[in-house]
């Protein structure tokens, strides 16, 4: 969809508390994409269908379904990890697993003239916050 839109250069809020807030949802999908379909083990980047959620303490050893104890794993890693840990499985991981910050609910596409004049206001603090905060 294209709108057209007029837009005051720049509008700069020294405080404000009602930004949208959006949880990213806990989802199969978006532990890839926090994960950038790599393989938290090899660190091999792989396709969806070949990648797996490992557990990374096991299910059957209390190990939780939450952000912070799965991660994205290829089969074969996630085969040969099997029921461990990764240290026991001398498998470290590439990333220690995070809930995700929520995202911005609308992205917006910054003109070249715009982005000039807003620069200053958001190189602090870009819009895009990369899931799994690195
Ligand atoms: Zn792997």
Not at 36 to 49: L, S, V
């Amino acid at each position: 969809m294209h709108l057209r839109l007029r837009v005051p250069r720049i509008v700069l809020l020294t405080l404000y508390d009602r930004m949208p807030r959006k949880e990213v949802k806990f989802s199969r999908n978006n532990v890839f994409e926090r994960d950038e379909h790599t393989c938290q083990y090899c660190r091999r980047r792989f396709d969806r269908k070949e990648l797996n959620i490992d557990h990374v303490v096991p299910r059957h050893r209390g190990g939780a379904t939450t952000w912070e104890n799965v991660v994205c794993s290829c089969l074969p890693c996630n085969r040969s990890k099997g029921n461990r840990t990764p240290e026991e499985a001398r498998m470290p991981l590439l990333r220690h697993p995070r809930r995700p910050r929520w995202r911005p609910f609308v992205e917006v596409q910054f003109r070249h003239s715009y982005e000039n004049a807003w620069r200053h206001f958001l190189d602090s603090s870009r819009w895009r916050v990369e899931m799994g905060e690195v």
